[in-house]
């Protein structure tokens, strides 16, 4: 993960938790002449965590199944997962209808429109006569294989780009091996720009003359940033970018000297917002990074060039 998502489905959460509830109270009434078995009673026990937009929550539903795996054999366990993924069923609610809750409505109410992972693909929703017509991939943090009762668990989805979620995470548990969420996590994955000499001057000729020695490095300081960065293959992606961001790198001190330069014109000084003006040039707002593709890397170069 290298932006961080939080309230992003802040605007899905009514519609979503009403769409949960009804699948619930539906299944609830459907049993009711039915004499009582494992799932009836799971589902009751967790009900108030999938519906949940608590992190907490989450992971007490997903220890809570985990918990009840350990007493059962292995046919009831298959028994119960494969009732709990009929249920929850993710697959119908990705099919594209016009009316009813699903997948391409969530999605449009995402309020980010690139990848969290990686930042460098977007993961936006279209809709053509109110028919769903292409969406972001939503990963499941945790596996509905594994958890198919979050499957459709608002915290549990993450609106991602295909290469990240099934090319790259595929099978990786994140319940294991902890990974950054970006639903609740704090960015920790920051990019800087260096010199083979080690010493980086801040001019533009100084950036044009040794482009050939500029690197791009990815770092990250927490366990979980650290996976992420090693699953979403973060370093190998971004030096593949090393362009984009030496070429932001030049046109950031272009800019200013460009701004420093428009003090007077014609005799009469000029009167100009200078964070204004920078943006509209490099066609970037700091404070907006997480709305653009390469957002953070640009926010990092930019903090670093700054003078």
Known sequence: MI???????????????????????????????????????F???????VISDRRDDLERAADHLDNVLETLSDADQEQL?????????YTYFTQKKKTIWNAYNLCALSKFRVCPYCHHSYAF??????????RPTLDHYYAKSDYPHLALTLTNLIPSCYTCNSTLKGSI????????????DDEDVSFRCSAAGGTIVKT???????RSSLTLSVK??????????????????????????????????????????????NGTAVKLDPRILKARLLRFVPEDYREYLLGKLYLDLDNQFRR
């Open 43 to 49: 589902v009751a026990d967790v009900e108030r965590w």
């Open 125 to 134: 929703t279209l809709h053509r006569d109110k028919m769903g017509l292409l």
């Open 204 to 210: 533009v000729s100084f950036l044009d003359s040794q």
């Open 81 to 89: 997962l494969a009732e709990l993924g009929e249920l929850f069923n």
């Open 3 to 41: 932006i961080g998502l939080k309230d992003n489905w802040k605007d899905a959460q009514t519609p979503h938790t009403a769409y949960l509830e009804n699948i619930i109270n539906d299944f609830k009434n459907r049993r009711v002449t039915l004499a009582p078995a494992l799932i009836d009673k």
């Open 173 to 184: 548990n994140f319940r294991t091996k902890k990974h950054l969420h970006p639903l609740f």
């Open 220 to 265: 990250a300081t927490s366990a979980a940033a650290i996976n992420s960065m090693d699953t979403f293959a973060l370093r190998e992606r971004y030096e593949l970018l090393e362009k984009e961001g030496i070429d932001f790198a030049i046109a950031q001190l272009q800019t200013r000297e460009l701004i420093e330069n428009l003090s007077v014109t």
